[in-house]
């Protein structure tokens, strides 16, 4: 299929810059965690991502285990790029990870200097690519002494095999010690992923004032919940398909009558300011200027155009926030 890309994108997205680094990143990014594995139907995906990239969305994120099978969505993504979005790549920030069990045996997994290096080669070669733009260390290892990990991310950079060092889900006192062994070798630590939305502040008791004193970018995943905070389960039903018809990640027990009792509350507030329940819960998040970029998922391309629209929309009033405040205080 020829592909070219939509003229305008730039003017359909804003971008944030990332903590003090001189790289700017789409308020919204789009993930790859789910909808492009081997299992799934690759022609969604490749619709779903270029219709992204077509709407400024030029931050793709992907982990070594991404699939399912692990490390069939960094087939399928570099497939996309094969075929249709090579002439662009410079246009594009691919972010890629490892920290979760790949293959057997002692270095198929946590945060040693043989398994980051191995895993990063593996991924490359998965994606075709000579170089990823950020890589993640992407769980701490409580056994791997911090200087380890840190410096074979900072070697990974200073080899040009990737351009910026990431962090995900380390605590606040975690993120310190990261970003600061990270400094110590000369490289800073440009970004961490953390988990954040409505229904999960973590990053509020902490870790946001420690990235903002360290000059390092947030990027939030999962800000929909996994869908909970959008129109999919409203009406307490499972649809077919759904992240929670599989009762993997998403268990369809968390949806208690309260919840749905709060989201069907905030689905009001957002149907008073002309929004969906998606695009209120990425406004939300966009309200504090600490976190650079929201880092959705989409099964479809409708369901990304949908989450898009809160780019269009004015920011929360405070009004708004105060009333959303009030129904997150009830769980
Ligand atoms: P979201 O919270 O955005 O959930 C995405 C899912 O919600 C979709 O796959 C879809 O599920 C549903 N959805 C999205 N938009 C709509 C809509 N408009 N209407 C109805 N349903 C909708 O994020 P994810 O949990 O997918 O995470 C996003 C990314 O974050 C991942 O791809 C990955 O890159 C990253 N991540 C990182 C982690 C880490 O440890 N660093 C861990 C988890 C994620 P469905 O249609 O299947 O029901």
């Not at 959008?230 to 968390?254: M, N, Q």
């Amino acid at each position: 299929m020829k592909y070219t890309a939509n003229e305008n994108r730039y003017e359909l997205m804003k971008y944030r810059r990332c903590g003090r680094s001189g790289l700017k990143l789409p308020e919204i990014s789009l993930g790859l965690w789910h909808n492009f594995g081997g299992v799934d139907c690759y022609e969604t995906g490749r619709e779903t991502v270029l219709a992204a990239f077509d709407a400024g969305v030029c931050h793709f994120d992907l982990a070594n285990n991404y699939g399912p099978p692990p490390g069939s969505a960094e087939i399928t993504f570099g497939r996309i790029l094969k075929e249709n979005l090579l002439p662009y790549r410079d246009e594009i920030i691919i972010s890629t990870k490892a920290g979760y069990g790949m293959w057997q045996g002692p270095y198929g997994e946590w945060g040693s200097r043989k398994y980051l290096f191995a895993s990063l080669e593996a991924s490359l070669k998965r994606m075709s690519i000579d170089y990823t733009d950020i890589f993640y260390s992407h769980r701490p290892d409580p056994d791997t002494p911090i200087e380890e990990t840190m410096g074979a991310l900072a070697d990974i950079v200073r080899q040009g095999k990737a351009l910026y060092a990431g962090i995900s889900n380390y605590n606040p006192q975690q993120t310190a010690k990261a970003i600061s062994a990270l400094r110590g070798f000369g490289v800073p630590c440009l970004i961490h992923q953390a988990s954040y939305s409505m229904l999960n502040r973590w990053i509020e008791d902490g870790l946001l004032d420690v990235l903002e004193k360290e000059g390092t970018g947030c990027i939030c995943f999962s800000p929909l919940a996994q869908g909970l905070l959008t129109g999919r389960y409203l009406d307490g039903a499972i649809p077919e398909g759904s992240r929670a018809s599989k009762g993997v990640f998403l268990k369809s027990s968390v949806i208690t009558p309260q919840l749905l009792k709060n989201l069907n509350a905030l689905n009001a507030i957002a149907k008073q300011g002309g929004r969906t329940l998606s695009s209120l819960a990425i406004s939300w998040i966009l309200r504090d200027s600490r976190n650079t970029s929201v880092l959705i998922g989409a099964s479809s391309s409708a369901q990304l155009k949908e989450n898009l629209c809160a780019l269009s929309q004015p920011p929360l009033s405070d009004e708004e926030l105060g009333k959303i405040e009030e129904i997150l205080k009830t769980n």
